[in-house]
Each structure stands twice: as structure tokens, then as C-alpha cells.
């Protein structure tokens, strides 16, 4: 994969199909602390100590559609390629957390790639899981933060589908709008 916004996507249907009803996707880049970090949180089955062990093992999957499991694998060799670090927790009945940090300065650092059309695909997810997105930028020792809740959305369009077109290229306007006041 050539985008960040891949293995997050990967990352977080995983999630997703924990049944999760919050997935809480922070993402955080800090020229200061040379550092970016993604951190996925969700609420949903979460792993024993054996799967987590396993989890990061590209020939273990406890999806029945395939034999292997390449997200969590891949995204913590990215992390140590750049410098940084992938660290997962999880609770049984309460849910996990991956924490990948990457060093912001590294030559194989790719880039964040399609963020909106991740976010739009995870805000509408058949599951009905809330996606709670933050992007925090500090460059000066002054965070400037981005943020929404798909929950908020859907209260704000009263019935009206996400997958509706117009909203779609509303819902990708919104993301990239917010983005860019960032910088």
C-alpha cells in the first residue's frame, strides 16, 4: 500500500466488523516532536491474550473469507520502517487500540493519500458504527484540531443517507475543507 489512508482503512473495518458502535480515529502530526501518530480506538469485542499475540502474524486471521491477515502485520512493519513504533492493546467485551507512530522526517514515510474517501468509506459502514475523527497539526507549539462525529451528521440530515451522492461530495468538501485550514 502506497497511503496511510490504506492501512487506516484496513485497520478500522477491522474494527468495523468487531462490532463496534464507536470507532474513534485520532490522527496526529507534530513537526515539533518529529512524530505522527494514528491511534484507532474502538468498543467493539476486543481480542483474549492468545488472538493478541497472534494478531501480528500475517498467517493468522479469524476471518473465515481468507487464510492470511495482512493489515496489522504490514502497518507495523511501515511503523518500524519509519522509525516509529505500532503498539496494540485490547480487552475482551471492551475493545482495542492500535497506536502506530511514525518519524515525520522519514524518507519512506508515504504519504497521508485519500483521507476523504477513507473517512466517507468508514462513515458509511453497514454496521451502523459511529466514526469519531480528529486531526490534530501542531507546528509551532500552537495544535490546530480538526474533528467531527458521523452521529452529529446523521442528526444534522435527519434521515437523509449518507450515500447519497450530494452528500457524499459534501461529506469529502467538509474533510479536505478542514484539512486545508490546517495549513
Known sequence: MNELSL????????SI???SKNLYLTIEKSKIKNLLIITIEDDGRGMDKE???KVSNPFYTTRTTRKVGLGIPLFKELCELCEGSFEIYSEVGKGTTDIAKF???SIDLPPLGAIDETLYCLACNEFDCDLHFKYIKD???NPKEFS???REIKEVLDGIDL???SIMMWFKDMVNEGLKELN
Do not use: R, V
Open 163 to 165: 450515500s447519497e451522492p
Open 17 to 19: 466488523h468487531a462490532e
Open 51 to 53: 488472538t493478541l499475540n
Open 139 to 141: 507546528i509551532d507549539g
Open 7 to 14: 492501512y487506516i482503512l484496513d485497520i478500522c473495518e477491522n
Open 103 to 105: 518519524k515525520l522526517d
Open 148 to 150: 467531527f462525529n458521523t
